[in-house]
């Protein structure tokens, strides 16, 4: 896993799993120095880290099993 792009020494905490969309899987991270959040992509043998809004990390937190996928898949949609 690369380091991550605000503090590259911080370790990424795991926040949850957002699923499988586009052959990429996804999850959310938080660093544990400035507690921001970014989304891991990867494919394959390709992956990196993801800008995400506070407010689209704060609807991955919070929503449901069956809010979340369709949420995930537009936000996703640049993987497709
Ligand atoms: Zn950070």
């Given at each position: 896993?690369?380091?991550?792009?605000?503090?590259?020494?911080?370790?990424?905490?795991?926040?949850?799993?957002?699923?499988?969309?586009?052959?990429f899987?996804?999850?959310?991270?938080?660093?544990?120095?400035?507690?921001?959040?970014?989304?891991h992509?990867?494919?394959?043998?390709?992956?990196?880290?993801?800008?995400?809004?506070?407010?689209?990390?704060?609807?991955?937190?919070?929503?449901?099993?069956?809010?979340?996928?369709?949420?995930?898949?537009?936000?996703?949609?640049?993987?497709?």
């Amino acid at each position: 896993m690369n380091p991550l792009p605000c503090c590259a020494t911080a370790k990424p905490r795991h926040v949850r799993e957002l699923g499988h969309l586009y052959q990429f899987d996804f999850d959310l991270f938080k660093c544990s120095q400035c507690e921001r959040h970014w989304v891991h992509a990867w494919r394959e043998d390709m992956g990196g880290w993801e800008k995400v809004e506070p407010e689209d990390a704060l609807t991955m937190q919070t929503s449901d099993e069956t809010a979340l996928r369709p949420f995930m898949r537009k936000w996703a949609q640049g993987f497709n």
